[in-house]
């Protein structure tokens, strides 16, 4: 157990909908990391948080967006959903020390599936 | 040019025979760290063994050890005497402490079956 937490672990909807995902980060960690992992593909960078600041943008949709809460806990909403939206998405916690060595910590992922 | 390579998209590999997973990566930046990952097919990602690039020595954790050769910018994962269990993906990743700190770059992964 990496003490990330995502939920919901599945989602299935339909195509134009709009989801919200959730992720808590482990205790200490101010950095929340979101990936996006397509059926037998590599990890995409999407989105990083840092204590509630956005800190890098990586290959996210502009239908896409996502917070970091005073708490920590980070939400990554996706609307008007694609087919090609169907995917993994991880959030990853980490940066506790600020340095390069900081491994990241990632979450169980949620499914998602556009129907 | 792509920060992380990994050029084999599947190995197979003997029960209780090593294994090496390569890894190339790109950067100008002086301080970076390596990373390695495995994502079963349960789907979790787990992390295995880190690598700075003022390392003197290679990292070891257990049955995984990288080989890491600076001049030629690669970090290749080395598993010994596999075990059925070791059957996954296995993702490189890359962070730069000066560029761009904020990302993890990861290659496309190498799928490994271990063979009983």
């Known amino acids: 157990d990496s003490g990330v937490t995502q939920t919901p672990k599945h989602l299935i909807t339909a195509t134009g909908q709009r989801v919200t995902l959730r992720c808590s980060p482990r205790?200490?960690?101010?950095?929340v990391y979101w990936y996006q992992q397509s059926l037998d593909q590599g990890l995409q960078f999407l989105i990083q948080y840092y204590n509630g600041e956005e800190r890098a943008k990586g290959n996210i949709l502009e239908r896409f967006s996502a917070q970091q809460f005073p708490d920590l806990h980070s939400e990554l909403n996706l609307s008007s959903l694609e087919l090609g939206d169907s995917a993994l998405y991880f959030c990853?916690?980490?940066?506790?020390?600020?340095?390069?060595?900081?491994?990241?910590?990632f979450g169980p992922g949620t499914r998602l599936t556009v129907l | 040019a792509q920060k992380i390579t990994q050029t084999q998209p599947g190995m197979f590999v003997q029960e209780k025979e090593a294994v090496t997973l390569d890894c190339t990566y790109d950067?100008?930046?002086?301080?970076?760290?390596l990373f390695w990952y495995k994502q079963p097919s349960s789907g979790e990602m787990i992390f295995l063994i880190y690598q700075g690039s003022y390392d003197q020595q290679n990292a070891t954790e257990g049955r995984y050890s990288l080989n890491f050769q600076k001049a030629r910018k690669s970090a290749n994962l080395v598993i010994s005497a596999s075990q059925l269990g070791d059957s996954a993906m296995y993702f490189c990743?890359?962070?730069?402490?000066?560029?761009?700190?904020?990302?993890?770059?990861f290659g496309s992964g190498t799928k490994l079956n271990v063979k009983p």
């Open positions: 990853a916690s980490g940066d506790r020390g600020g340095s390069v060595s900081d491994e990241q910590f």
């Open positions: 990743a890359m962070r730069e402490s000066l560029y761009n700190f904020n990302k993890f770059y």
């Open positions: 205790s200490g960690d101010l950095s």
């Open positions: 950067t100008s930046d002086p301080s970076y760290g």
